[in-house]
């Protein structure tokens, strides 16, 4: 069985939008061995700061403050936060060596108006999942997986209908909602569960990892639009290159989807992931 976690996350263009313009969204597709191997290794990351283990990590981890005081582990989130390129780091470099495929969705929503682009959020945030739902379905009809589940991050306010009923034109019809035919066929074909599974990144090792990878992307992103300067990110993403759909000659379009396939973000990011399979590892 093959199972696809995902999380999204969402970014400033340098196009002067008002609210955040860039959407991702996309995580890792796992073999039940796989899974074990890299909840083993955030186990034992997270040992070497509280041998209990039991405490979410994320890229931003800034974000967990409120969670970790409500818990009464201020001090541990302390310790992560000093140690959080460190451990981020290590993580990077131990999941190389397991077996996964990450499958992301990129999308830039045109617009600088706040209201237009507000407008047009839950359309765009359709696109970029159902965008990455085909690629992910394309991938399994190639390697024939006997069955395969998709865990996403719980939502923001719990509101499901979005993904559940995208996921359901997809799976019943192999289309998405606007009617784009997916190259897969439905998804039902290929042995999918009939349903989506939900979970908490603060509960969930692999959706913890699959946020830390999203992050990274995220940050590769910026960077290929140069409003960071920084390669920390960047550094990270090369150190799982290999893992991306399609490496390391079509990651672009198989791995990562941009759309549109044209134009500023598609061109800045193109050459930079391309540049990351150019130099020596």
Known sequence: MIRWYADNSELHGIWGAA???????????????????LCGIMRTVKSGYDENADFPLKWNFLGLRDHYRNLGKEQLYERLLQASKRWRMRIFREIASVDFTIIMSIIHGYGRDRNVQRRTRRRLTRHVFSNALMRLGIHIREIGSPYTELVL?????????????????????????QQQEFYCGPLKNIRFSDSLFYASTNECA????????????????????????GTYGR????EIKHRFRGAPDR?????????????DLYDRLKSTVEELYDAPS
Do not use: H
């Open 19 to 37: 609210i955040q313009d860039i959407l991702l969204y996309g995580g890792l597709c796992v073999s039940e061995e796989s899974r074990e191997r």
């Open 153 to 177: 991050d719980w939502p923001p306010g719990g509101d499901k209908t979005l993904f559940d009923s995208e996921y359901r034109c997809a799976y019943l019809n192999g289309r998405d909602s």
């Open 206 to 229: 692999l959706l913890q990892l699959c946020d830390l990878i999203v992050g990274a992307v995220k940050d590769l992103v910026d960077y290929s639009l140069e409003r960071i300067s």
């Open 235 to 238: 550094n990270r993403v090369r």
């Open 251 to 263: 990651v672009i379009g198989k791995g990562i989807s941009i759309a549109p396939a044209q134009g």
